[in-house]
């Protein structure tokens, strides 16, 4: 079993940043790629971002590219995720999960594990 813990949400103004966490236990972390994946309410689970096993690869989606960037501390057992100019879009409760090849890279069901998420609201 992994136990995925997030942290560092919190209600920041437009245009501010946020660095949110994931802290993994349990397995072997650095086996497994880490997504982070937002709900917002009303609407469906959608993927951020995903960082490979050892950090060489990571992928944004539509709304994150240019503004989030995805990194991780395998010795720490930790992955980040760097939030810049917020904007109101982007509240949402935020997941991180991870998973091992073979895997989609926003495809939830190749997610094996998953953090109770941390919410993230921005005002305008």
């Known amino acids: 079993q992994m136990q995925l813990v997030e942290s560092g949400g919190g209600s920041v103004q437009a245009g501010e940043s946020l660095r949110l966490s994931c802290a993994a236990s349990?397995?072997?972390?650095?086996?497994?790629?880490v997504g982070w994946f937002r709900q917002a309410p009303g609407k469906g689970r959608e993927f951020v971002a995903r960082?490979?096993?050892?950090?060489?690869?990571?992928n944004y989606g539509d709304s994150a590219k240019g503004r989030f960037t995805i990194s991780r501390d395998n010795a720490k057992n930790t992955v980040y995720l760097q939030m810049n100019s917020l904007n109101p879009e982007d509240t949402a409760v935020y997941y991180c999960?991870?998973?091992?090849?073979?895997?989609?890279?926003?495809?939830?069901?190749?997610?094996?594990?998953w953090g109770q998420g941390t919410q993230v609201t921005v005002s305008s």
């Open positions: 999960a991870a998973g091992r090849p073979p895997q989609t890279v926003a495809d939830m069901t190749t997610y094996d594990y």
């Open positions: 960082i490979s096993s050892n950090g060489g690869v990571t």
């Open positions: 349990g397995r072997t972390f650095s086996s497994y790629a």
